[in-house]
């Protein structure tokens, strides 16, 4: 018994020898980098809009187009590739219309219960014609990462919506006077929804992705204009 013991001890040796030489090695290696991955903190959308469903006597030209900017916070679903976000930021919308102007009135003498469309007056050319609207918004949205160490890299996904609430809303019309260009801008908020409810979707690589929305409230509040729907595409810059 003793024999087998000591064989045994012998044969030990030099597995204790090597274990102790790889904690050796273990103990001077460099630690592990340590990776801060991106929360997608910045988003910047540069978007192309257009009034998609309108009444066939509102006639915009084909481009429209937008700004959206917005800072984000990311909560990451526990152990996932999934996680919530929501922010704030503006989203700022130009769309032209063609041989049209929009007739607002809301001060003096005369008040428009509605806002109207008409054709220009024979009497002015515009050399264009633009209604603008900016609200606050405030992005939320469910997100997919491919790379959860960093994702500035890698694909990624997101389904999400946007509130909005009104911050201003103008016309302004270009036309020449004798050479000379002359500027026409009504500010009035009277006539546009308050709110702003639109649903996204994004997917893209790294820090680009394509971005879609449809808004599910009019441009107009109820029976103050036209029924119009918005909807935009364009491309989404995140990082951070």
């Given amino acids: 018994m003793r024999k087998i013991l000591a064989l045994l001890a012998i044969l030990m040796i030099p597995s204790a020898l090597l274990l102790a030489q790889d904690d050796k090695v273990n103990a001077n290696a460099a630690p592990p980098p340590i990776v801060k991955p991106s929360r997608d903190f910045l988003m910047l959308q540069l978007t192309y809009n257009n009034w998609i469903k309108k009444p066939d006597s509102v006639k915009t030209k084909p481009f429209g187009f937008g700004f959206r900017g917005s800072v984000c916070y990311d ?117 546009v929804s308050p709110w702003d409810f639109a649903a996204t979707a994004r997917v893209g690589w790294g820090n680009f992705s394509i971005f879609a929305s449809y808004n599910l409230t009019t441009v107009f509040k109820e029976n103050a204009g036209p029924p119009i729907t918005p909807a935009s595409v364009g491309i989404c810059l995140t990082g951070l």
């Fill in 75 to 191: 909560f990451p679903i526990k152990k996932t590739k999934l996680s919530f976000a929501a922010g704030l930021g503006v989203n700022v919308s130009v769309e032209y219309l063609d041989l049209q102007q929009i007739a607002n009135y809301d001060t003096g003498a005369v008040l428009a219960q509605q806002v109207r469309f008409i054709p220009d007056p024979d009497s002015v050319t515009y050399k264009r014609y633009k209604f603008v609207t900016a609200y606050i918004m405030a992005p939320f949205e469910l997100r997919y990462f491919s790379n959860t160490l960093n994702r500035n890299k890698g694909f990624k996904a997101a389904i999400g919506m946007q509130i909005g609430t009104l911050l201003g809303a103008h016309t302004k019309a270009l036309t020449s006077v004798d050479g000379t260009n002359i500027k026409y801008k009504v500010d009035t908020k009277r006539y």
